[in-house]
């Protein structure tokens, strides 16, 4: 299969990988106009504005175009893959962190509601009625649960301890959470079922 | 083997696993039961896809972003992440194994059988797949395989149950083998590809001591692959109990 120019905007995001591994510098950039926003996005949740998130980006970025073989379409879409990648890596940056890590912890004690808001993280006005929509089916404790493991990278051992609840409960409310979401972005028709 | 945790247990670590919550030995018991449990790998790509939902909508990085990648890019063009197959033991005719390998391939639990190893020109066939593969690198022509509808394919199962590695085989007798998570083995050794022709088993390939993806190919009718762990250069005859075998599914 070989791909013209003019209709890599038209292609899958499979079939965009198959041509990063032919090497296609302009597929790589329209992988990288897809999906870099969503991964900046979410290196900086993390790792806020500092030069970190950004080498997050160009770290994940470079390992899909030296290992595209890595990415298998049938486990799950680019977007989730490329996510999956930077919210490993920005978690592995953070617990490294050692001091940073503590700083955040208390201000994550502090404002533990108001700084993570799932909703805010989505600017595209119909996605993001649908994630509020999803989002609101959540129970406060699962949301909070959720936010803080997912934006605030923290193990949910560490969310027991930051509020004070047992480990048991939390990883039972970012579960029950997590299947809200999954539930309700599937009957918005997004997301797997 | 998952560990100190059962099934349940592991079924309630899925969703915080999933978001990068799960840390320590904790979470090398989850990789250890992903690797052996298909419903639960399929559970934790579908959390994942949740949560990249949440992530959604955003505008394009900034271009410096970019052009800090496309540099990258310039600087360290990527090398051939795809291990050619190792060491190639010099030509042989075929020769009957003396050794049974019993290979059980866990979905049907049928013996791929006794296998009569032979070494079928190895050189020549590396020579003649990068032949056919002009102007395309081996990475390129392993995702058109994984996307070719007339491949065959075949995981590669342990004796005790775990998929370890996957085969993609074509109809022009080109394959990949790949894993994810195979752990290396030691520097003189190295692993082998076996494929069952007939009622004969060829060497596939020497594919060095770690396995992440590498080609072959076999002339004929497959009907099973099987991996084994020999001293480093490979074997002729393997002695060897495979470390995982499959039967080759049709398209």
Same mark, same amino acid.
């Given at each position: ?193 | ?92 005719? =075929? ?7 019993? @290979? ?5 639990? #049928?013996?791929? /059988? $006794? *296998? &009569? ?68 083995? =030691? ?7 076996? @494929? ?5 088993? #060829?060497?596939? /390939? $020497? *594919? &060095? ?43």
């Amino acid at each position: 299969m070989d791909v013209g120019r003019g209709a890599l905007e038209d292609l899958s995001d499979a079939a965009l990988v198959v041509a990063i591994g032919r090497w296609r510098q302009d597929a790589m950039a329209e992988a990288f106009r897809r999906h870099s926003g969503a991964v900046l996005a979410l290196a900086r949740r993390l790792l806020n504005q500092g030069p970190q998130a950004e080498e997050v980006v160009q770290e994940v970025f470079l390992r899909l175009w030296n290992a595209p073989e890595r990415f298998d379409a049938e486990r799950g879409s680019l977007r989730s893959f490329l996510l999956a990648q930077c919210h490993s890596r920005a978690v592995d940056m953070l617990r490294a962190d050692t001091s940073r890590r503590r700083r955040e912890d208390q201000d994550a004690q502090r404002d533990a509601v108001s700084r993570y808001d799932l909703e805010h993280e989505v600017v595209d006005v119909i996605v993001a009625e649908q994630v509020r929509d999803a989002v609101a089916t959540l129970g406060p404790q699962e949301r909070e649960a959720v936010e803080l493991a997912y934006f605030g990278g923290h193990t949910y051992r560490e969310v027991a301890a930051m509020l004070g609840e047992p480990e048991g409960t939390i990883k039972s409310r970012i579960r029950t959470g997590m299947s809200r979401l999954r539930q309700g972005l599937a009957d918005a028709g997004m997301g797997p079922a | 083997m998952s560990g100190v945790f059962g099934h349940p247990e592991m079924e309630g670590l899925l969703a915080a696993y999933a978001l990068d919550a799960v840390d320590g030995e904790e979470s090398e018991f989850v990789e250890l039961h992903l690797r052996e449990c298909p419903r639960c790998r399929a559970e934790v790509s579908e959390l994942r896809e949740t949560a990249s939902l949440l992530a959604a909508g955003h505008p394009p990085a900034p271009l410096h972003i970019w052009e800090e990648i496309v540099a990258g890019m310039g600087e360290a063009p990527p090398t051939e992440v795809l291990r050619p197959m190792g060491r190639i033991v010099p030509l042989r005719r =075929a020769r009957t194994v003396r050794t049974a390998m019993v @290979a059980v391939a866990s979905i049907a639990a #049928v013996v791929i /059988g $006794v *296998l &009569g190893a032979q070494v079928a020109g190895l050189n020549a066939r590396l020579d003649r797949q990068e032949a056919a593969l002009p102007e395309r690198t081996i990475t390129a022509a392993f995702l058109a395989a994984q996307g070719n509808p007339d491949a065959r394919r075949a995981d590669l199962i342990s004796g005790g149950g775990a998929v370890l590695a996957h085969v993609v085989l074509q109809p022009d007798g080109t394959g990949f083998v790949w894993s994810d998570g195979l752990p290396p083995v =030691a520097e003189n050794r190295t692993y082998q590809l076996w @494929a069952t022709v007939g009622s004969t088993t #060829v060497s596939a /390939g $020497v *594919l &060095g001591p770690e396995l992440t993806v590498a080609p072959f190919k076999v002339v004929g009718d497959v009907v099973g692959i099987a991996l084994t762990e020999e001293r480093r250069g490979g074997v002729v005859v393997s002695e060897s109990q495979p470390v995982a075998t499959g039967l080759v599914r049709s398209a």
